[in-house]
Every structure is written in structure tokens, then in C-alpha cells.
């Protein structure tokens, strides 16, 4: 079956400029994460989503990002204004349910100019 | 909040050796999970551990849930090229709240 996919691949902006990253979880996994990996490093936790629960958004690193989870399948992670420190890989990850394994898609590469 | 820490941080190694790496914490976790992230893609589950003690193992690779619940090891035998990569502990903390990743182990085999 397929995987959890993500869209671009890969996206090149300019400073001040705001973005949206899709991800498209396993079809019925309830669960899905947001990650963010900077080049070399581990894994970043941005924010989580479960059902219909409010989403655990403890990991976002400033009110420039925001996430939606539409009808409980796909997401969309957005960075408002963006600045050169955002550049990195998002990842995204599902899972079947709560806490089980995560399954991750390729990743948005975010490059900012 | 909780941590993970991996080691080594990098290792070099021949093809047709033995691996071995560990992933540890200060506080107990409830699952382990081992995952492989091949450069530009995003990691993939290798083996996951539920139980204190918990030996498993898929093709090569062998991990173990430390007994203590505040570790755990990896290991990978007779490596091949392909087994390059990082690889990622991820620990479920004792209030089932949230994974916690560690800052993975990058391994180059040499040919």
C-alpha cells in the first residue's frame, strides 16, 4: 500500500515569504507528526495530532508555525515569514494509532533565501 | 523535558564487520524504536521493543530492550555498504505522552 507522501519535495523561498508543506498520511492511521531535521541532526518534534483531539503543539518553536489536520487525513504545516533558520528538512510521520510505530514520508526539503 | 543520547555520535567501520551502538536516557521508557534514515529520505522502522529484556532481531540486525528500561542497543552484523546511514533511537517515555528521538548514530563502512 502507500506510504505516507509529502509535497514539494523539495521548496526554495525567498526571506519574509510563507510556505505550505503537505503531507498525506497511510490511510487509516490516526496519528500523525510533524518533524523538522536540520542538516547533520536528530529530530526535531513539532507538533502532533491524534483523531479529532486538539493537536499537541508543544514543539512548534514560534507562532510563525501552524499546522491543520483536515477531516483527520491530511495535514498542512505553514511558516509564516519565514527566515533563514527555518531552512531544513520537515518530516512528517504517521502511525495507526496513538504511539505506535511512526511511519515517516521523504521529508520537504525548506531552503530560504 | 526527556532525552535521548546516542553513541558513538559517528563511527567508521569495514565492510564485513560487526556494529554495535546504544541508546541511552536518565529516565525509563515504555518502547524503543530503531530507525535507519538513508541521505535525502526520511527514516524507516528498523525493529521496535516493548518489553524490559526484549531481544529482537530482523535479517542482520539485533536490538535489546536494556533491562534497566533506560536503554537500549543496536547491533549489525557483517555490514555491507548499504547499511550506511544514521541511525535513530526513539524512546515512549513512562506517561505514554510522546516519543522522544535521539540525535542519532551516522555510519560510513568503508569497502
Known amino acids: 500500500g502507500a506510504g505516507v507522501s509529502q509535497s514539494p519535495s523539495n521548496k526554495v523561498t525567498e526571506k519574509g515569504k510563507d510556505v505550505e508543506l503537505r503531507c498525506d498520511p497511510i490511510s487509516g492511521h490516526t496519528a500523525l507528526y510533524w518533524y523538522r531535521q536540520s542538516l547533520g541532526q536528530g529530530l526535531e518534534f513539532l507538533i502532533y495530532f491524534q483523531g479529532n483531539s486538539a493537536p499537541d503543539k508543544s514543539g512548534l518553536p514560534s507562532d510563525r508555525f501552524s499546522a491543520e489536520r483536515t477531516g483527520g487525513s491530511v495535514s498542512t504545516l505553514t511558516i509564516q515569514r519565514t527566515q533563514q533558520e527555518d531552512s531544513a528538512v520537515y518530516l512528517c510521520?504517521?502511525?495507526?494509532?496513538?504511539?505506535?510505530?511512526?511511519?515517516f514520508g521523504p521529508g520537504t526539503r525548506l531552503t530560504v533565501l | 523535558g526527556q532525552q535521548l543520547n546516542q553513541s558513538p555520535q559517528s563511527m567508521f567501520i569495514q565492510e564485513g564487520e560487526d556494529v554495535s551502538m546504544n541508546c541511552t536516557s536518565s529516565?525509563?521508557?515504555?518502547?524503543w524504536l530503531w530507525y535507519k534514515q538513508d541521505p535525502g529520505e526520511g527514516p524507516v522502522l528498523l525493529i521496535a521493543?516493548?518489553?524490559?529484556?526484549e531481544l529482537t532481531s530482523n535479517g542482520r540486525l539485533t536490538a535489546q530492550f536494556g533491562i534497566t528500561r533506560k536503554d537500549s542497543f543496536l547491533n549489525i552484523s557483517a555490514s555491507i555498504p548499504s547499511d550506511v546511514g544514521i541511525y535513530f533511537c526513539a524512546g515512549l517515555d513512562n506517561y505514554g505522552q510522546n516519543f522522544v528521538f535521539g540525535p542519532g548514530t551516522r555510519l560510513s563502512v568503508l569497502p
Open positions: 521493543l516493548y518489553k524490559a529484556g
Open positions: 510521520a504517521s502511525s495507526l494509532v496513538s504511539l505506535s510505530e511512526q511511519f
Open positions: 529516565s525509563i521508557f515504555n518502547t
